[in-house]
């Protein structure tokens, strides 16, 4: 018998050996130190009663392994810390990898960094087909790099192009893709599971060997990938703010995956990548995320129906998105006709997501009703309002939804600008009303902010944001206050920008010099993107009606230049595609004169209340804004470049 405390060791009739992960007092499984020391012991079992197979499962219901304990990580406080730390992972898996049985991943649920990289060093991996089912190499969004063996086993697995896409983005890839790239052997309901566990490692199949091109890309050709990946790389994560993909890239060309064989003094070392600013701040970017993700837990609240007044780009994205994760969805508009593009834009959104499934895309789309008369509001257990910023229209549109709505539906608005409070007072139970502010495209961006008017009862809050968790969205708790946090610190970030438009910076210099600070899209083409009449829309509520337009903003309003799509705002958009004209060397300071006025709006919403305190400001600012994540957020910024001062 084995003393363990996270993992359970069984054989069955055919000389099986089962370990099962369960991290004690755990909600998922993480390799910390104390599950790498008890896999050890496992092995050193197996070595003197070898099995006639192993399979490693997990014994959670959420997943497989989330990957490596990110405690530890920060933790780490020397090139010497981090060497041991990947050295023991390193190690144990080079020795799971030569062990003379067969050995199987039977992956459920998400696996992620270390928990895909122990998969890796098995001979075989299924994975089981049901939506949460996800692998990954993420480390690349904390800021380092697989260096348990991922890097040099993928690429030797799936061909180094699709590897380094994987390591190089962080994305992951769902169980029937896995079974395409060749990462997982087979894809198989969960019924079936452990018998397919089972009949694979019986079966004596050799290892899965890439083509000879791949392996010749893997080989004497790496130089040829690693020189397009460089150029991939470079369009999107300049060297000096994120070190970490340029890393991947060299300690694959140079040092076969092998992070312990990169000379200590290399600035692609474990010591200088761990001890990275990047990487500090990304970690708690990282922490700042799981606890957004915790503002949607201990609401028992499971919406299975939603309704949507509102068949625009907002209203109809968001009734897409509620869709795709299994809610039924009745879509409200003032006639088929304009409920039909929605549909039309559903259908392409989800032959995207279900990919050769077109079972799953088809029932998807049956969970979109085109309700022009609204007779879902009855049944919802969600009434999302997304129609345009008028605050008598949408006053009036509540009068008419709490008269129809069960009593326990939550009733929010998609407002952008507009007061909860005072879209409440038309209300008999004003109590009721919460917001729910998506940010445009609803698809692509992870933040949700959950505004609680001074009314808004906290069950009510707390079940809005259990919905945005639903989502896969970041919920992050607001004051009812004008523009929220996200709009109140864009507002004066776009409009400072405009401001230099007007001193005859042209745009393309200006958005040049925001992307070399390290923002996703530089503010004049994010003005662009949005449309210039929502900007002057959003100016004006929340300056002001009688506030002064920048000129180069108000002139082309007039004109009809709307920006992405009316064809032309301060850049020209050809057939929807921006047309971007040569930039000229920025002034010196401009990044920091455009930023500032966020940075200061920032400081004001945190002192007015309108978020808790500063941790949360900069999570909502980074996830609903793009804010460089690589600083930490605009205080964490702050406070780095006082320091520095």
């Known amino acids: 018998m084995m003393d363990l405390k996270h993992w359970k060791l069984e054989r069955d009739a055919d000389g099986i050996a089962w370990a099962t992960l369960d991290v004690a007092g755990a909600g998922t499984n993480t390799l910390g130190s104390a599950v790498l020391t008890e896999l050890a012991a496992v092995l050193d079992r197996l070595e003197v009663q070898p099995p006639s197979g192993l399979v490693i499962r997990s014994g959670k219901a959420v997943g497989f392994i989330a990957g490596a304990d990110i405690e530890e990580f920060t933790r780490i406080d020397s090139a010497a810390a981090a060497r041991a730390l990947v050295e023991k992972g ?83 890839v769902d169980a029937g893709k896995a079974r395409r790239l060749g990462l997982a052997d087979a894809c198989v309901p969960a019924r079936v599971m452990d018998n397919a566990a089972r009949l694979t490692l019986l079966s004596g199949q050799p290892a899965r060997r890439p083509p000879l091109l791949q392996r010749l890309l893997n080989g004497p050709l790496r130089g040829v990938v690693a020189a397009g990946a460089r150029r991939q790389v470079a369009a999107k994560a300049p060297r000096q703010h994120y070190p970490a993909p340029w890393a991947i890239i060299d300690v694959w060309q140079h040092y076969g995956g092998n992070a312990l064989a990169v000379p200590n003094g290399s600035p692609v070392s474990l010591g200088a990548l761990f001890g990275s600013d990047t990487a500090r701040n990304l970690i708690r970017v990282f922490f700042l995320q799981e606890r957004l993700k915790g503002f949607g837990k201990g609401a028992d609240f499971a919406p299975r129906r939603v309704h949507v007044v509102g068949a625009g780009v907002m209203g109809g994205d968001i009734a897409i998105e509620c869709a795709l994760r299994g809610m039924t969805v009745t879509l409200q508009d003032q006639s088929v006709e304009r409920i039909a593009p929605v549909v039309a834009r559903a259908a392409k959104r989800f032959e995207r997501k279900f990919k050769g499934k077109p079972r799953e895309v088809s029932f998807a789309l049956d969970r979109i009703i085109a309700d022009p008369h609204g007779h879902g509001v009855a049944r919802a257990d969600v009434i999302i309002e997304a129609i345009y910023e008028n605050l008598e229209a949408k006053r009036a549109l509540f009068v008419e939804l709490e008269q129809r ?111 070399a600070f390290g923002m996703p899209m530089g503010p004049i083409e994010l003005i662009d993107t949005v449309g210039l ?113």
């Not at 590897?163 to 983005?169: I, Q, Y």
């Not at 609803?442 to 069950?459: I, K």
């Not at 002057?536 to 002001?544: C, P, Q, R, T």
């Not at 799509?565 to 020209?572: E, H, L, P, R, T």
């Open 90 to 172: 390193w190690n144990l898996f080079e020795r799971l990898a030569a062990v003379r049985y067969p050995t199987l991943a039977l992956v459920r649920g998400h696996c992620m960094g270390g928990g895909l990289e122990l998969a890796l060093a098995c001979r075989y991996r299924i994975v089981v087909d049901e939506p949460g089912t996800r692998l990954a190499l993420p480390e690349v969004m904390l800021g380092i790099y697989p260096a348990w063996g991922g890097m040099a086993r993928l690429p030797a697995l799936i061909g180094p192009a699709a590897a380094l896409d994987l390591m190089l983005t962080g994305k992951g």
């Open 405 to 515: 709505a069960r009593p326990d539906a939550v009733l929010a608005s998609n407002t952008s600008s507009l007061r909860i409070g005072d879209i409440a007072t038309a209300l008999r139970e004003p109590a009721r009303l919460t917001g729910i502010h998506f940010f445009n495209p609803v698809a692509v961006m992870p933040l949700v902010e959950v505004v609680r008017g001074a009314l808004t009862d906290e069950v009510v809050f707390r079940q809005a944001a259990a919905f945005v968790r639903r989502l896969d969205k970041l919920p992050l708790p607001v004051k009812d206050a004008p523009g929220f946090l996200v709009n109140a610190v864009l507002g004066p970030y776009m409009y400072e920008a405009l401001r230099c438009v007007d001193e005859g910076i042209a745009p393309a210099t200006i958005d040049a010099a925001l992307t």
């Open 533 to 645: 009449d929502i900007a002057v829309a959003a100016g004006k509520a929340l300056a002001g009606a009688d506030a002064t337009l920048p000129r180069g903003l108000a002139e082309r309003v007039a004109a009809g230049q709307l920006g992405k799509k009316s064809g032309q705002g301060f850049y020209a958009w050809p057939g929807g595609k921006l047309s971007r004209p040569a930039t000229g060397t920025p002034p010196a300071g401009l990044a920091g004169r455009i930023v500032a006025p966020l940075l200061a709006a920032a400081q004001s919403c945190v002192s007015d209340g309108v978020v808790e305190d500063e941790d949360l400001a900069d999570a909502g600012i980074i996830f609903g804004t793009g804010f460089a994540p690589f600083t930490g957020g605009p205080f964490n910024h702050l406070r780095t470049t006082r320091r520095a001062g």
